[in-house]
């Protein structure tokens, strides 16, 4: 019998095929077949237009971005160089001129 992925929302062991996709029970959760294969070569981390990120890349801030604790915020257009992909929420770690280390959502930027 092959090994069904984990469910990503929650981690239950319990998913099941319907027809395409992947099901989980327990939170109803629903993703495609083919996500999983691009998950298992490794994360892969996408801007807001789809087009994949990596190491070392330039991206470009495509919303106002309000920061914690400054009076100012990030202003669409700003663009960031050298990035690092990282794992959790906020999945790019950059140094944003003016502002300092700060880590992104890639679906707040596009490739530059």
Request: proline share 4%; net charge negative.
């Amino acid at each position: 019998m092959s090994e069904l992925p984990k469910c990503p929302a929650c981690s239950s062991a319990y998913t099941y095929e319907d027809g395409d996709h992947f099901v989980c029970p327990e939170c109803a959760h629903e993703w495609p077949m083919v996500a999983v294969a691009e998950t298992e070569g490794g994360r892969v981390v996408r801007d807001a237009f789809g087009n994949e990120l990596k190491d070392g890349d330039s991206v470009t801030v495509i919303k106002d971005l309000k920061v914690k604790g400054a009076s100012s915020s990030v202003k669409v257009g700003t663009k960031v160089r050298n990035i690092r992909i990282v794992d959790g929420d906020h999945d790019i770690d950059c140094k944003i001129d003016g502002f300092g280390a700060m880590q992104l959502k890639s679906e707040f930027v596009k490739k530059a």
